[in-house]
């Protein structure tokens, strides 16, 4: 059975950082592009940051550039979202998704939420102003 579990989120002051870790299990992650969204009510899912497994092609929402930076742990099977800087309008539930990369067009459209096959449930970031 294909898991993708993320974890990290929390409640944090404005300026302060929070790291999301994003585990998969039941399939081979160096096969699969990761990406992290995020999305609020009545907002649409939005695509901040992927990464392929080679991290050859990498993907950073123009809205997180110098805050938020992305890694992968093959050995741990598990992708980061290291989130400095925050903001109030940071506040969302954030989801990983992983996608295969061999046949797909995901490595160039790493921001796309359809691109992706597999998504875990999301955890919650909360900013305080």
């Known amino acids: 059975e294909v898991q993708l579990q993320a974890s990290g989120g929390g409640l944090v002051q404005s300026g302060g950082s929070l790291r999301l870790a994003c585990t998969g299990s039941?399939?081979?992650?160096?096969?699969?592009?990761i990406g992290w969204f995020r999305q609020g009510p009545g907002r649409a899912r939005e695509g901040i940051a992927g990464m392929t497994s080679s991290g050859e092609h990498t993907y950073l929402a123009d809205s997180v550039k110098g805050r938020f930076t992305m890694s992968r742990d093959s050995a741990k099977k598990t992708a980061y979202l290291q989130m400095d800087n925050l903001k109030p309008e940071d506040t969302d539930v954030y989801y990983c998704?992983?996608?295969?990369?061999?046949?797909?067009?995901?490595?160039?459209?790493?921001?796309?939420?359809?691109?992706?096959?597999?998504w875990g449930r999301g955890t919650q970031v909360t900013v305080s102003s």
């Open positions: 998704a992983a996608g295969p990369e061999r046949g797909s067009s995901l490595r160039l459209r790493l921001w796309v939420p359809y691109e992706y096959t597999e």
């Open positions: 039941g399939f081979t992650f160096d096969d699969y592009a």
